[in-house]
């Protein structure tokens, strides 16, 4: 009875609970649903309402975080250029007797010269200086009577008899001479000028006796003056050098070279090429290298085969700021014509040892980038470069780069810089070719490239 009464209840309650009426054709025409029935429903399709919201807001969340997320900078591969070695400058000085050059200026180039000597060859003995005797005699005249620059012509020299009979002497004994008629009157420079330019030996015995009054006087004037200027390698025995006991030694020389060019007077002197002399006509300077490859002076001396000798100055255009300032001797060449050209060697050497050096071309391949999505450019020299230097001096590179900004064609991305003595030279790098950006399809299948 208890299961009956309970069925009965529950078709009760389920009658109650939905009422359905149909017309004829069996169509439902109402439905009526427990309220609380209703509200389990509801709670049913908000929660999978909720869940499908959330998973459509975290898959829209993700699609544009990959989107827009950042991708790492391109792998880049860096190759540093290879360094030229210059090469080295080769000085050939005369093979034949003994020779010194000495450069003054571009220290920062050739470095510091304290001791005078640049390069030398040969042994620093004495020997026969020749005609080059009569510059210190123009230095011993000078310090007794001296020029105060080189516009000062000094005091009036009247050459008398005994001065006109040098002539013949010197003639006699096949020296070098100027004409000098008696009475002839002319300035301490122009007689100075006279005795260096053509290099006339009758008038450097002539000047030196006016200066000191006779031959034993001036002979001992210049062993005074050589002791009081730590000339000790040098010995004077007479003003002309055509005694081959005139001597000195290539360092000896060239520290009287550097007393005439610091002489206004005798550094003038020695770079003139000619003078008119009174009775004579004009006289040519006996260095005929004068104006050639920048030689400025300073005297020859020949006394014959295997004793012909050159002191030279010279201003050497090589190239930078300052024109260096050469200094030099040759000493017992075997040929007048073979010391001149060893000495015009020696300058033009050391005019080609300072060259421009090629460091690189336009072009250069130095590195590449390449991004995980395959695109790829290269890293380029922007332009030629070279870089001005003294002989073998060493170049150092320094290699610079920077992560592009744009990855465009064109865009600098770096420098190079080559270092040599006192000069730098440098090189944009950039890009060749263009790094594309990732594709969206890209993005979102590989989130594990992508930044925070």
Do not use: C
């Not at 509801?42 to 827009?68: D, E, K, M, P």
Request: hydrophobic share 40%.
């Amino acid at each position: 009875m208890t299961t009956q009464h309970d069925s009965a209840d529950d078709l009760s309650e389920f009658t109650e609970m939905i009422e359905v009426e149909a017309d004829y054709s069996g169509h439902v025409e109402s439905r009526s649903i427990d309220p609380k029935i209703r509200r389990r429903w509801l709670r049913a399709f908000l929660i999978v309402g909720l869940v499908i919201v959330l998973a459509l807001g975290s898959v829209g969340a993700y699609v544009a975080w990959a989107l827009t997320a950042p991708v790492r900078a391109a792998d880049v591969s860096l190759r540093e250029p290879a360094v030229p070695t210059p090469e080295a400058a080769v000085i050939a000085l005369p093979a034949d007797g003994a020779s010194i050059v000495n450069v003054v200026g571009g220290d920062e180039y050739l470095g510091g010269d304290e001791g005078g000597t640049w390069l030398a060859s040969g042994p620093d003995e004495s020997r026969s200086i020749a005609s080059i005797s009569k510059l210190i005699t123009a230095l011993v005249v000078l310090d007794a009577k001296p020029l105060a620059d080189a516009g000062d012509s000094g005091p009036t020299i009247t050459f008398d008899k005994a001065a006109h009979d040098l002539y013949d002497k010197y003639y006699v004994m096949g020296a070098t001479i100027a004409p000098m008629p008696t009475g002839t009157a002319m300035s301490e420079y122009d007689a100075l000028a006279t005795m260096l330019i053509p290099s006339a030996s009758n008038y450097a015995e002539a000047v030196s006796t006016w200066a000191f009054g006779s031959q034993n006087a001036f002979v001992g004037a210049a062993r005074a003056w050589l002791n009081a200027n730590g000339l000790n390698n040098t010995t004077i025995v007479e003003p002309t050098g055509i005694s081959p006991n005139n001597t000195s030694t290539p360092n000896d020389l060239m520290a009287i070279a550097r007393l005439v060019d610091a002489n206004p007077a005798l550094k003038n002197i020695v770079a003139t090429s000619s003078i008119s002399v009174p009775g004579g006509g004009t006289a040519f300077n006996t260095n005929n290298l004068l104006g050639v490859d920048g030689i400025d002076g300073l005297k020859t001396g020949n006394l014959g085969e295997g004793q012909f000798n050159l002191l030279y100055t010279a201003t050497l255009s090589v190239g930078i700021e300052e024109p260096l300032r050469i200094t030099g001797v040759a000493l017992g060449g075997a040929t007048h014509e073979s010391v001149n050209a060893g000495v015009r060697a020696v300058l033009d050497d050391i005019r080609a040892g300072f060259h421009d050096v090629p460091l690189i071309e336009s072009g250069e391949v130095v590195g590449s980038y390449s991004t995980p999505w395959g695109s790829t450019a290269q890293l380029v020299v922007g332009s030629d470069a070279s870089i001005f230097t003294w002989s073998d001096t060493p170049i150092e590179l320094t290699m610079d780069t920077w992560d592009p900004t744009e990855y465009v064609d064109g865009e600098e991305a770096g420098s190079l810089t080559w270092t040599a003595g006192p000069n730098t030279a440098t090189a944009p790098l950039q890009l060749s070719g263009e790094i594309e950006p990732p594709t969206a399809w890209w993005r979102l299948t590989h989130p594990d490239q992508l930044g925070s």
